[in-house]
T-cell receptor, first 113, second 114 residues
Framework: AQKITQTQPGMFVQEKEAVTLDCTYD???????LFWYKQPSSGEMIFLIY??????QNATEGRYSLNFQKARKSANLVISASQLGDSAMYFC??????????FGTGTQLKVEL | EAGVAQSPRYKIIEKRQSVAFWCNPI?????LYWYQQILGQGPKLLIQ????????DSQLPKDRFSAERLKGVDSTLKIQPAKLEDSAVYLC????????????FGPGTRLLVL
């Protein structure tokens, strides 16, 4: 069974600062993928970044980077230079064998002036 | 490239009524998913199709929920009869096949059962 844990229900960050959203996972699958999604108040899930379990380097996509520590089973999302438009719910998710995506409970991020 | 389309966007019904949601995936995506997202929670997978076959429906309440993907493209999710606890956002997603493949989501249907 797969499990994703996001321990921060809510986070605040000042505009232009960096913020780290925590995610830990548990799985018995040797090969898996980790995803982060953003969900604004409009409700749509927006894909941000992907990390494969065998990828040698941490993933980066623009202002998003994933701090992947396989031994600690953590996949934290780092958002650099926060913008007001980054205010949203952020979900960490994992996919193992079978294409099934398991989501965490999410972190509500609020960017302040 | 067009994204995942869903309709309706909003639906209000009374308990014991029936309701249906429609999803059109991204062209070429063999895998289609329906998720239920209750307020304050992460999405929960209800059913996964690959082409027109069911891969996983272990969390689908089959006494009241049904879903089909007849021609391997569009899909319909039905609830009959609806209960108050079915109030949620129903998200459809699609992807290519594979662990590395990203699931892309539609805008969702917000259902309120009164």
């Amino acid at each position: 069974a797969q499990k994703i844990t996001q321990t921060q229900p809510g986070m605040f960050v000042q505009e232009k600062e960096a913020v780290t959203l925590d995610c830990t996972y548990d799985t018995s699958d040797p090969s898996y993928g980790l995803f982060w999604y953003k969900q604004p108040s409009s409700g749509e899930m927006i894909f941000l970044i992907y990390q494969g379990s065998y990828d040698q380097q941490n993933a980066t996509e623009g202002r998003y980077s994933l701090n992947f520590q396989k031994a600690r089973k953590s996949a934290n999302l780092v958002i650099s230079a926060s913008q007001l438009g980054d205010s949203a719910m952020y979900f960490c998710a994992m996919k193992g064998g079978g294409n099934k995506l398991t989501f965490g409970t999410g972190t509500q991020l609020k960017v302040e002036l | 490239e067009a994204g995942v389309a869903q309709s309706p966007r909003y639906k209000i019904i009374e308990k014991r009524q029936s309701v249906a949601f429609w999803c059109n995936p991204i062209s070429g995506h063999a895998t289609l998913y329906w998720y239920q997202q209750i307020l304050g929670q992460g999405p929960k997978l209800l059913i996964q199709f690959q082409n027109n076959g069911v891969v996983d429906d272990s969390q689908l309440p089959k006494d009241r929920f049904s879903a089909e993907r007849l021609k391997g493209v569009d899909s319909t999710l039905k609830i009959q009869p609806a209960k108050l606890e079915d109030s949620a956002v129903y998200l459809c997603a699609s992807s290519l096949v594979g662990v590395r493949e990203t699931q892309y989501f539609g805008p969702g249907t917000r259902l309120l059962v009164l």
